[in-house]
């Protein structure tokens, strides 16, 4: 579809990607609405920690354009929102992201599965009755997990695959396998959404999602910045290394520093959703993309950052559960096919992170950057 | 470990599984507790119907032994009862078991993920704590579904299988694949076991249990029957045939009738997990077993009633998604190993359940054996 006249619901507006999303797309796009339960800025308090660039209130002259509204605990509400306001695209970004949040106790760890697990469900019994509404819901990278780690196959892009099992051919769901509650948490949402597309008639694209860095987006302006998160909760790879740089703690790379993964730049992200808004996938599909532009190993990101500011990168015990020497080989074709050319690279990027991350360092908190959760707790005996 | 030394503690007392298993144990273990929320009663009231069996009441002078836990709602107190009652193995029986229920609206599905996936969650929180107690975990051969159906082979009894992959051998998670909301959440459930185990080091049994029929137990007191269902949300098929057979409406075969499924009798389950408990796995192992005796299509199991008792049989449209015409292949040979031999027959238990069913026909709801919910909402295009 055009994208000027995409009506477009963004779920999760007050996250790091929800608010850079609505700034992207508020120009480009028919309109734009977006919910959210505020959440995250609960979650990252919690943990002692806040956004480095600071937040408008959530309420009041100055606030974002978001109106406040929970897919658990009160579905109905945004039902009617949805109703009403009759969008052609619903972008679901209102999931906890983090691995470490999830492992951190049992609370935390409910809480992610209740809201990402049940919370997406009750979205998808909305879009039953609206099958019309092109769902894009973000997956990760990390669903495809232990399976394909220790063979040097390819990751696919689909939602099947072909083996061979007994000597006869067959056709399996793509194999899962996650490294947290919180990674188990999407893969059980990627289940029920195709679950749902072929009972239904849904349509969904499923964007398997890297790890995105960056500090903002063409079209933000410099007060009005996402959130930027760089605990050792909430903080992906790249955004806390670039903070710590700023600092005397030494990058923290967790075991051997091999563990590889796929990366996106948010500006990459940005385009590679308003691809997916404008290419809807036919009823009754549920559409896997991985959204990746680049591989990595933590130790080269770290390198990468060490040349740029000269900081130090020390190896600590890794927190998690994982393999850390592994093959990584994952197919990303469908972003090239829409057209997403020259994304951008890591290497090129660093610099403007990290002029403007310098004028927020007195907001770091020196505290927060250490791991505090261990996958394993006190009970580990592999 | 010794029957007679188990300290066994059934999450789910109150219901047709938990109920009968207490009348089972209590003279062979130690001792056995149980835990319950009552929701099923709720759930079934909800949908017009109750147990044929009248249920005592939940609490008074005449109730079941129970105390009232909620694993959702109020973890903390069901963990405070787990470390005063120090069992040595715990039944979790505490799901919402129908699947027809999970596909009925918004609602009842969150309800059945939220209790599943978030309940069985938070107990392996607390089991993180007792990793020494053996859990026991109804899972469903339903789990396994489509992906094998159209292949003739064998569905393992193991939580991995080798495959070739792009002429690469690699080891992969069993594949699952559900067919209902409720499915899904098992599947969910299992995943979420078997990383907990390998995580924590916790030892844990999960039955992958085939559709279990039958009135009673050996040790059961006329006036203690366990509830007995018939309804079309909570009535599995055999059990509903024979109160279906006691009335003038046809037994109700969903679509072509050939869909094949594993079976197994009250008894033999029960049997089942005491040999469980009796054989508990080494450390850090999640063990599959697959819990069926006998393999029959619908249409075996409608004319073995038909010849019984002279009732009609008619097909009705299917209200389910799923293949009707299929190979059904499942490995089930562990419950043979620990020793259960000479398992039920079903065509020689349907005489004595129809004579334990007659005198409750004057309680029989006809309006709530057929199927009131379409699995693809009026959307279905397939």
Chains 1, 2 share one sequence.
Request: glycine share 6%.
């Amino acid at each position: 579809m055009e994208l000027t006249k995409a009506r477009v619901l963004i779920l999760g507006m007050d996250g790091y990607l929800g608010w850079a999303l609505y700034c992207y797309l508020r120009n480009k796009v028919n309109i734009v609405n977006g919910l959210d339960n505020f959440s995250r800025r609960r979650h990252v308090h919690e943990i002692g920690s806040e956004s480095l660039f600071p937040l408008p209130a959530e309420t009041g002259q100055e606030c974002r354009p978001i109106y406040t509204h929970d897919l658990v605990y009160n579905p109905a509400k945004v039902h009617k929102f949805i109703e009403e306001f009759n969008p052609t695209t619903i972008i679901h970004f209102a999931e906890q992201p983090s691995a470490p949040f999830s492992m951190r106790n049992s609370s935390s760890a409910a809480i992610t599965q209740r809201n990402n697990v049940v919370g997406s469900l009750n979205l998808l019994w909305m879009l039953r009755e609206h099958p019309h509404i092109h769902l894009v819901k973000l997956g990760t990278m990390g669903e495809y997990s232990d399976w394909i780690y220790k063979n040097n196959v390819e990751i696919p892009e689909a939602n099947r695959i072909e083996v061979q099992y007994q000597d006869t051919d067959i056709t399996i769901p793509t194999p899962r396998w996650a490294g947290s509650f919180y990674h188990w948490s999407k893969v059980f949402d990627s289940f029920n959404l195709e679950f749902a597309c072929r009972l239904w008639g849904l349509s969904a694209t499923d964007l398997n999602q890297g790890v995105v860095y960056g500090t903002r987006i063409l079209g933000m302006a410099d007060n009005e910045l996402t959130r930027f998160d760089y605990d050792n909760y909430f903080g992906t790879v790249v955004n806390r290394f670039i903070v710590q740089s700023l600092t005397d703690i030494p990058l923290t790379v967790y075991g051997s520093g091999n563990q590889t993964r796929g990366y996106i730049n948010i500006n990459d992200t940005m385009r590679a959703i308003s691809l997916a808004i404008q290419n809807p996938p036919p009823k009754s599909t549920c559409r896997i993309v991985n959204q990746l532009t680049e591989v990595f190993s933590v130790n080269e990101i770290a390198l990468m950052v060490q040349q740029l500011t000269g900081c130090a990168i020390e190896s600590i015990d890794n927190p998690r559960l994982e393999n850390e020497e592994h093959t990584y080989n994952p197919t990303f074709n469908k972003l090239e096919e829409w057209g997403l050319s020259d994304p951008h690279k890591m290497e090129q990027m660093l610099p403007s992170m990290l002029e403007d991350v310098k004028p927020f360092s007195s907001r770091i908190l020196r505290d927060v950057i250490a791991p505090e959760t261990k996958w394993t707790g006190r009970y580990y005996a592999h």
